[in-house]
């Protein structure tokens, strides 16, 4: 089985533990999304933080648009979290919006698990 845009979510993750080896848990998801931003930057990984995305219907495009934490490289979906355990609900959500907006992958970010971050992949 191919692992789709194995490189680019490998660097992601990569920028994702530095920011937990450096902060930890117990901030809110805005300080996560700053220092996130900054880590981006530093490993020069492209990204966008909360672009408007067109979602579909029926491959029409709606006037509602999802507004995800980060695109990164044009194609992956960012979503962070800081909560003591991620939900079907999160998962859900991701996979809603990568099938609205045609993106094939998410990344649901959990900076508020113990011991350590947790990052899921979603592919739809």
Same mark, same amino acid.
């Given at each position: 089985? /191919?692992? $789709? +845009? @194995? *490189?680019?979510? #490998?660097?992601? !993750?990569?920028?994702?533990?530095?920011? #937990?080896?450096q902060?930890?848990?117990?901030? =809110?998801?805005?300080? #996560? !999304?700053?220092?996130? *931003?900054?880590?981006?930057? $530093?490993?020069?990984?492209?990204?966008?933080? !909360?672009?408007?995305?067109?979602?579909?219907y @029926?491959? *029409?495009?709606?006037n509602?648009t999802?507004?995800?934490? +980060?695109?990164?490289?044009? @194609? $992956?979906?960012? *979503? &962070?979290?800081?909560?003591?355990? &991620?939900?079907?609900?999160?998962?859900?959500?991701?996979?809603?919006? &990568?099938?609205?907006?045609?993106?094939?992958?998410g =990344?649901?970010?959990?900076?508020g698990? !113990?011991? /350590?971050?947790? $990052?899921?992949?979603?592919? +739809?």
């Amino acid at each position: 089985m /191919t692992i $789709i +845009f @194995k *490189e680019e979510s #490998y660097d992601i !993750q990569g920028a994702v533990f530095e920011v #937990y080896r450096q902060m930890g848990s117990g901030f =809110l998801e805005e300080v #996560y !999304q700053e220092c996130l *931003e900054r880590e981006f930057k $530093i490993r020069d990984i492209p990204f966008e933080p !909360q672009k408007h995305l067109t979602l579909f219907y @029926k491959g *029409e495009p709606l006037n509602k648009t999802y507004i995800p934490d +980060f695109v990164c490289y044009e @194609k $992956i979906i960012v *979503e &962070l979290k800081a909560v003591k355990e &991620l939900t079907n609900d999160h998962q859900a959500q991701i996979l809603n919006y &990568l099938k609205a907006t045609q993106f094939k992958l998410g =990344l649901l970010v959990n900076f508020g698990s !113990q011991p /350590t971050v947790t $990052i899921e992949r979603l592919v +739809f």
